[in-house]
């Protein structure tokens, strides 16, 4: 195999790494949901392109209200879907809709978009 297609074979190779790793490994800040006074936990999440913030750390037990500022008329991010609650929601563009639900115990959940393109985390503790 000559030297200029062993190169290739390797910067291709290095870039799939590479592109696995920010898109499903890079680490990410959680943003701490913020309590009302009703105690309520409500944290907006920004939706283009992606969410923002793409990993939520929230309390068990305590009603949660995620908002879903979406920003953008994209088909992949008309819908939101946060499996381990049962929900399926459609995300109108250009509005904020709020999920309601009650984390009942410590974990990781992922939400995602309908086609599972777009994810992000929410961890209870």
């Given at each position: 195999m000559p030297a200029v297609d062993l190169l290739v074979a390797v910067a291709g190779l290095a870039l799939i790494a590479w592109v696995n790793w920010y898109f499903f490994l890079a680490g990410q800040r959680a943003v701490q949901a913020s309590s009302g006074s009703s105690g309520r936990q409500e944290v907006t999440v920004t939706v283009r392109g992606g969410y923002e913030p793409s990993a939520v750390r929230v309390?068990?037990?305590?009603p949660l209200s995620l908002v879903f500022d979406r920003q953008e008329s994209s088909g992949c991010s008309e819908e939101v879907v946060i499996r381990d609650?049962?929900?399926r929601r459609y995300l109108p563009a250009f509005q904020k809709t709020a999920v309601e639900l009650t984390p009942s115990g410590p974990g990781t959940h992922e939400f995602t978009?309908?086609?599972?393109?777009l994810r992000g985390r929410l961890i209870v503790e």
């Open positions: 309390q068990a037990g305590q609650f049962g929900v978009c309908g086609m599972g393109m």
